[in-house]
């Protein structure tokens, strides 16, 4: 790759980030952490898993103490609850409250439902192309760390 459209990837991920940027304002207290934490949560069990927090490490490509603070966080605000597994005391189940449900149907299903149609010119394709490309450039950037010397 030439080094110029390296420097257009990253200017275009600069634009991806202040994209991410113009999502509509959270309630307090709550960050994008959470909200991607329930949409993994829903993702895995649309798919027929109870969560775990190994699953949903693995899901977001996360260290598993980072979400299990979060989910503790999470579980004292009122958005998520731990029901421990019938068959092994060491495995909890993680499941949004109520609470968590709406918070995850307000600020992703209801946002991007209205937000498709404005991005409807952005074929399926494109978009499946733009996603493999930021993947494979965060897998090389987190892999290799080049530094300046």
């Known amino acids: 790759m030439e080094t110029s459209t390296i420097k257009a990837l990253f200017d275009a991920c600069y634009l991806a980030k202040r994209s ?3 999502l509509p304002p ?3 207290g709550v960050t994008p952490s959470h909200i991607h934490l329930l949409d993994a ?3 895995l069990e649309r798919r027929g898993q109870r969560a775990t927090a190994s699953d949903v490490s693995d899901a977001l490509r996360l260290p598993r103490p980072g979400v299990t603070r979060t989910v503790k966080e999470m579980e004292g ?3 998520l609850c731990k029901q421990p597994s019938a068959r092994d005391g060491r ?3 993680i499941t949004a409250t109520p609470a968590g449900q709406e918070l995850l149907q307000r600020y992703t299903r209801q946002y991007f439902t209205r ?3 404005l991005l409807a010119d952005i074929s399926e394709e494109d978009a499946a192309c733009t996603i493999r490309t930021l993947g494979r450039l965060y897998q090389v950037m987190a892999q290799r760390r ?3 010397e």
Do not use: E, M, S
Request: charged share 25%; no cysteine.
């Open 20 to 22: 991410r940027d113009l």
């Open 26 to 28: 959270l309630p307090p």
């Open 41 to 43: 949560i829903d993702d």
């Open 77 to 79: 605000k009122g958005y």
């Open 91 to 93: 495995v909890a189940y």
């Open 115 to 117: 937000l498709a149609p």
């Open 146 to 148: 080049i530094t300046i």
